[in-house]
């Protein structure tokens, strides 16, 4: 079966700096995608980032950009010039094989310090 | 932009009462899809539909749940027998494709007393 997990369940950082928020994920197929998803204190589910896993190349959304190694199964992202709206909760997802239901991670809570 | 609505935002209900969660799905979107978030936990996948049917359900999609498409907007979840661990946000979610990503409404925060 396949999971996803995120090992950070809290961090922290400046306003204007970079952060990496981790995730590893597990799955038998080769064919799947990856989601990060932001939850703010409204908890609305928004989508930050996707990445197909037959593409190479890392994803990039303005200041979000994943580091994709599937060799690792590793999905990391990164967020930089941090902002204050930054803050809220990221999950990590997964979407493959014959399913087409999301795999979440536990989340990461992300606080952003001016 | 088009967006997943969902109505009502808060319902509080008695438990053993009947609730009706309602969204409106992206208007082009073919496939749906329904999650919960208890208070503090992760977000985890309840049923999916698709061509008017079921195309996928999980382990807590028990007999006490089910869906609906009722005309070509709403997209309805009714648990029958509310139980208070039901309480927690339910998400609608809407894709174009199975592959494509999915887009979430706001959500609705059940209360079962």
């Known amino acids: 079966a396949q999971t996803v997990t995120q090992s950070q369940p809290e961090m922290s950082v400046q306003e204007a700096e970079t952060v990496t928020l981790s995730c590893t994920y597990d799955t038998s197929e080769s064919d799947y995608y990856l989601f990060w998803y932001k939850q703010p204190p409204s908890r609305q589910m928004i989508l930050v980032i996707r990445q197909e896993a037959y593409k190479q190349q890392n994803a990039t959304e303005n200041r979000f950009s994943v580091n994709f190694q599937k060799a690792a199964k590793s999905f990391s992202l990164k967020i930089s010039d941090s902002q204050l709206g930054d803050a809220a909760m990221y999950f990590c997802?997964?979407?493959?094989?014959?399913?087409?239901?999301?795999?979440f991670g536990t989340g990461t809570l992300l606080a952003v310090q001016p | 932009e088009p967006e997943v609505t969902q109505t009502p935002s808060h319902q509080v209900t008695q438990m053993g009462q009947e609730v009706i969660l309602r969204c409106v799905p992206i208007?082009?979107?073919?496939?749906f899809y329904w999650y919960r978030q208890i208070l503090g936990q992760k977000v985890e996948f309840l049923v999916s539909f698709y061509n008017n049917e079921i195309s996928e359900k999980s382990e807590i999609f028990d007999d006490q749940f089910s869906v609906e498409r009722p005309d070509g907007s709403n997209f309805t979840l009714k648990i029958r027998s509310t139980k208070l661990e039901d309480s927690a946000m339910y998400f609608c979610?809407?894709?174009?494709?199975?592959?494509?990503?999915?887009?979430f409404g706001p959500g609705t925060r059940l209360t079962v007393l």
């Open positions: 997802a997964y979407n493959g094989g014959a399913t087409n239901k999301l795999i």
């Open positions: 208007s082009n979107h073919l496939y």
């Open positions: 979610a809407s894709s174009a494709l199975r592959e494509n990503e999915q887009f």
